[in-house]
T-cell receptor, first 116, second 116 residues
Framework: GAVVSQHPSRVICKSGTSVKIECRSLDFQATTMFWYRQFPKQSLMLMATSNEGSKATYEQGVEKDKFLINHASLTLSTLTVTSAHPEDSSFYIC????????????FGPGTRLTVT | GENVEQHPSTLSVQEGDSAVIKCTYSDSASNYFPWYKQELGKRPQLIIDIRSNVGEKKDQRIAVTLNKTAKHFSLHITETQPEDSAVYFCAALRDGGGTSYGKLTFGQGTILTVHP
């Protein structure tokens, strides 16, 4: 399968600060990347979909000004959690797909964010 | 939008037994159905998928069946091993255009425990 990396794997930040998470496709061009959030013992919740060179499409209930997504190249998308609060603590996972793929998505290893 | 229901939420089997996890979906236009295995703190890994033009697919000890009429699909694991213990997620996707293009809708997950 294709390889997606995510950095950092774990981050602890203070309340009120911003955190940036990077998602990279290592061996393919990712025309679309997805950002998910996962709480303990729960399923993956899609936050937003980003297409290279376009503005991200956010799911209902996700604050676009709080979760800034940039997909400036075919191999990199970033998620910035602005003015983080303890309730933003979660496992954030990205996935990526290439334009010609029919449905397949490959996931990054996830980022564990803890806001203190 | 799409809604995916997954059962059971937990499944406990003895090593060597078979395990079956079932999912139903609501959108008859969904045409791609992947299954992911997620170990604690790690990324979801695609283990098998099926498209709407086939009814069954098998890969060694893992098989997936799809009933489009009833809008349900199932994961079958035979000869289970302790290393099969993980959380399994089903998902559904409508590929080919529209606002739901490329977006996976996940089931709630099944915690599979295989006892030695």
């Amino acid at each position: 399968g294709a390889v997606v990396s995510q950095h950092p794997s774990r981050v602890i930040c203070k309340s009120g600060t911003s955190v940036k998470i990077e998602c990279r496709s290592l061996d393919f061009q990712a025309t679309t990347m997805f950002w998910y959030r996962q709480f303990p013992k729960q399923s993956l919740m899609l936050m937003a979909t980003s297409n290279e060179g376009s503005k991200a499409t956010y799911e209902q209930g996700v604050e676009k000004d709080k979760f800034l997504i940039n997909h400036a190249s075919l191999t990199l998308s970033t998620l910035t959690v602005t003015s983080a609060h303890p309730e933003d603590s979660s496992f954030y996972i990205c996935s990526a797909r290439a334009e010609t793929w029919l449905g397949e998505q490959y996931f990054g290893p996830g980022t564990r964010l803890t806001v203190t | 939008g799409e809604n995916v229901e997954q059962h059971p939420s937990t499944l406990s089997v003895q090593e060597g037994d078979s395990a079956v996890i079932k999912c139903t979906y609501s959108d008859s236009a969904s045409n791609y159905f992947p299954w992911y295995k997620q170990e604690l703190g790690k990324r979801p890994q695609l283990i098998i998928d099926i498209r709407s033009n086939v009814g069954e697919k098998k890969d060694q000890r893992i098989a997936v069946t799809l009933n489009k009429t009833a809008k349900h699909f199932s994961l079958h694991i035979t000869e289970t091993q302790p290393e099969d213990s993980a959380v399994y997620f089903c998902a559904a996707l409508r590929d080919g255009g529209g606002t739901s293009y490329g977006k996976l809708t996940f089931g709630q997950g099944t915690i599979l425990t295989v006892h030695p």
